[in-house]
């Protein structure tokens, strides 16, 4: 997938939306008791609920791995729903991924071959070893962290203005059509600096709903041209109704949010 | 397992070694073909020829998920039969995750709770809230990323010192009893700076071998009074012969390092 093609899409959906499938066994329904594969079961519900919304799907490994392989399957399953029914949309592992040339390699194998992954999160603390492998992949993304939501991303981000630093030295490495960056909504103001570091590059922004960003602050210092916005939500979205009727519910969420949106594209 | 337990340990085994298991495929012998667990079968026979020089088993995650669930189950089988037939061996997930709090929980649950890891390897990018969920597991370890072996370190780990500076933070989250850093053998000489950081705590130590390290020169800047050292190596040892006979040079290879080791005990 292209930038432009991805600009494409959020043209004709008037959304940059992007939902976050954290999807974890307590938070589902009743209804999906006793399912063999309810993770799935529940994400493709989502999907199809949010479809004509949403840009992107973003699973966190996380949510998964720690059902083991079990869960493994189920982010396949997810995966590969998303990329038979709705090609046009991307999918970002967010897997957060960091390690050693040969390993990145094999990283970069999980996602990219072994599922269909558009794109990965991945941590730049090793440099552009850990980094470089996925940048191999024609059509595929590298998707760094820049300046994540979290509180604690004061600790070592902006000690010494590390992001800053990290979004100059890796947009070297990639293109604007191969790599972009996590930047979190928890810090709207931050966005403007980081858009004068990387004006072409599309943004992954976290942060909005649950954890306290607003849409309209994250737009107005974060858009550019083209638009440059992917915006996350995960809980949200996914969690709108504990009750059977969570898929409308999600729906109905994701589309305020593209409500929200709408200025954007006036 | 405490830092005392980890200890004793190495002063019986008269070593420190910690066994890398990176196993793909394509390097098992012919000999494996058609099994149906591959890998795992590949792996147990590693270990039973290691077993009385490693104190250590570390498995990359990278070289399982790359084969999806299917990997993943091996990976859970590998961590299985240490810690059922080796006990007081030491598992670490080299996993390398961080992510925000909530998320990372669900690593910690992955790696504790779905298997019986004793320690997992954490990317401090993200800060305190990437770190913290591990430590609340009684008896079990978060082993933070300081200086990696790779060449890249020097993009931003070596930036203004960011490894000291993710050191001596980090070290204040945890104590040398659920705590451990990883620091290169590539660039031996600054292990000594290291260690005057932290005198106490353990440093997991990749690098020696086939990344070009010495165990002499790990040694000389890297002990402390109760050892402090695990010292890895991968393929220096599961590779050590591609043929049928795998398990016996991998036995050998272990013996040769933990022969190195000897003038660490005199």
Known sequence: MTANQLYEQIKAKRSCLCVGLDTVLEKLPATL????????IFNRE???????????????????????AWGWQQLE??????????????????????????????????????????????????????IAPFLEYK????????????ASAADFELDGDLYKKVIGTAMEWGTPDNMMF???????????????????HFLLVPGVGAQ???????AKHGLNSKCGLLINSSRGIIY???GSDFAGAAASAAGSLRQQMANIFE
């Open 182 to 200: 996590v930047a979190g909504a928890t810090r709207p103001e931050m966005l403007a600096g980081i858009r004068e570091i990387c004006p072409d």
């Open 46 to 68: 989502i999907i199809d609920a949010t479809a004509d919304c949403a840009v992107c799907y973003k699973p966190n490994t996380a949510f998964y791995e720690c059902y083991g």
């Open 33 to 40: 008791d006793g399912e063999q594969y309810p993770l799935f």
């Open 139 to 150: 059509g595929k993304w590298a998707v760094v962290l820049g300046l994540t939501s979290n």
């Open 212 to 218: 306290g960003g607003s849409v309209a602050e994250v």
């Open 77 to 130: 399953m997810t995966v590969g729903y998303i990329k038979e029914h709705y090609p046009e949309i991307m999918v970002i592992a967010d897997a957060k991924r960091g390690d050693i040339g040969n390993t990145a390699a094999r990283y970069a194998k999980a996602f990219f071959d072994n599922m269909p992954c558009d794109a990965v999160t991945l941590a730049p603390y090793m440099g552009r070893d850990s």
């Open 240 to 242: 709108a109704s504990s």
